[in-house]
């Protein structure tokens, strides 16, 4: 094979994520332009990653998963990010989903409990020139007091309830998307606005996450 062939490929399989993406929903432009900015082989290492462009969830380390792209798109979406925005991520994992967030928000803080995780999620956001994201090891069910409140969060793992002290700290007119639910069940995405008169929820689509955990993880 040639290089030809291969940049063609690559451009092929691009234009495939980009059309699946559409057709499962993920309309705004704005998360189009930057799921097309964006390229999700780097976050994904080993036997997997040449279906880096298949709108499929795929293994990552530490026995966690890099989410499917268009759940990304549709959570992305949902929050209705301006580029003003200070955004919260709990579920580093990859570092894919806070990737795309980075080119929406002025700045992302995410948190992992895997240090691993964290630390290749880091390399790859060096790599990529993604100067406005910060990640952090730590039980994300707590938040990050120090740099609330937060004008977007999401939680990439799922709850049984929406943790408490996210909810506190999301800033009147904020919104949070999250996955609730047993972890072995359906879980569904509810999307949580804040408004003077108090929390507003509505649920969109099921989906399946792996549970958000207590404490910090053992890396593997
Ligand atoms: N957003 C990721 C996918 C997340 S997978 C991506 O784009 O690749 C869910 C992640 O949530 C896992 O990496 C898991 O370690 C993390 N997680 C689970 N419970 C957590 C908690 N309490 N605090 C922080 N991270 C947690």
Do not use: W
């Not at 704005?30 to 390229?39: P, R, S, T």
């Amino acid at each position: 094979m040639t290089d030809m062939d291969d940049d063609d490929s690559i451009a092929q399989r691009k234009m495939q994520f980009l059309y699946a993406l559409r057709s499962k929903g993920v309309t705004n432009n704005a998360v189009l332009g930057a799921m097309e900015a964006v390229d999700r082989g780097p976050f994904i290492r080993g036997l997997f990653a040449e279906r880096a462009y298949e709108d499929m969830p795929l293994p990552i380390a530490c026995g966690q998963t890099i989410s499917q792209p268009s759940v990304v798109g549709l959570m992305t979406q949902a929050l209705e990010i301006s580029p003003r925005d200070k955004v919260l991520e709990i579920g580093t994992g990859s570092g894919y989903q806070a990737a795309i967030l980075s080119k929406l928000a002025r700045r992302v803080y995410t948190i992992d409990r895997h240090r691993r995780l964290v630390q290749e999620a880091r390399v790859v956001f060096d790599a990529l020139d993604l100067t406005n994201i910060t990640a952090l090891t730590a039980d994300g069910s707590f938040g990050l007091p120090e740099q609330a409140p937060f004008d977007r969060i999401i939680v990439t793992a799922a709850a049984e309830d929406p943790p408490g002290p996210l909810l506190a700290q999301l800033k009147e007119g904020g919104i949070m998307v999250v996955p609730v639910g047993q972890s072995d069940a359906v879980q569904h995405l509810i999307r949580v606005r804040k408004t003077a008169d108090g929390l507003e929820y509505d649920e969109m689509r099921a989906v399946r996450f792996v549970p958000l955990l207590e404490g910090l993880g053992k890396d593997t």
